[in-house]
């Protein structure tokens, strides 16, 4: 079996990160809530590098005087291991968002009034998530974990502060 260079990753975390003590913000600090650029950096190599090789095997091919057809079936029998775990990776790579996005979630969920409704929490989350993606105005947009971060707690306090409003309003007519 070849040396995988993306096993350091696979197998075990990058960096340790902090326990249920700490606070949403420290753990942003800490980067437990990054994406693994530097595993996509080795991705994006891995990937040129492949497209490198394979081209120098139709080169060098075609020098010989074999067939299109012929090229392209060796090309696939012989890059087949590259390209299966160069697509593992992105797979993997996939997964890792998806739970890192999922444990921010559940920080904050639980940091920032952790007795309100989960439903109204995730709501607001992907009102957030969803105006972040839509914007185009890259000045205005959301470009970090602790800014994301800093807009949900601002939206929920809002939410907060509007229920308070709405029921000392109802208290207030009740009264009367």
Known sequence: MSYNRFQYWVKGPRHKKLGKAYTVQDKIKNGDFEYPSDVLKDMKNQEKDLVRRMDEYRKAALKKGQREDSIQEGIE???????????????????????????????????LYPYM????????????????????????????????????????????????????????????
């Not at 000045?139 to 807009?151: G, V």
């Open 77 to 111: 029998s012989t890059f087949k291991k590259a390209r299966v775990s160069l697509l593992k990776i992105k797979e993997e790579l996939f997964n890792e968002d998806e739970r890192r996005l999922e444990e921010f979630k559940e920080a904050a969920f639980y940091e």
């Open 117 to 176: 409704d989960r439903g109204i929490k995730q709501n607001l989350w992907d009102e957030i998530l969803n105006q972040t993606l839509e914007r185009s105005d890259m000045d205005n947009r959301i470009n970090n974990t602790s800014d994301f971060y800093s807009e949900y707690k601002n939206r929920l306090i809002e939410y907060k502060e509007k229920i308070n409003n709405i029921k000392e309003k109802t208290v207030q007519t009740t009264v009367q």
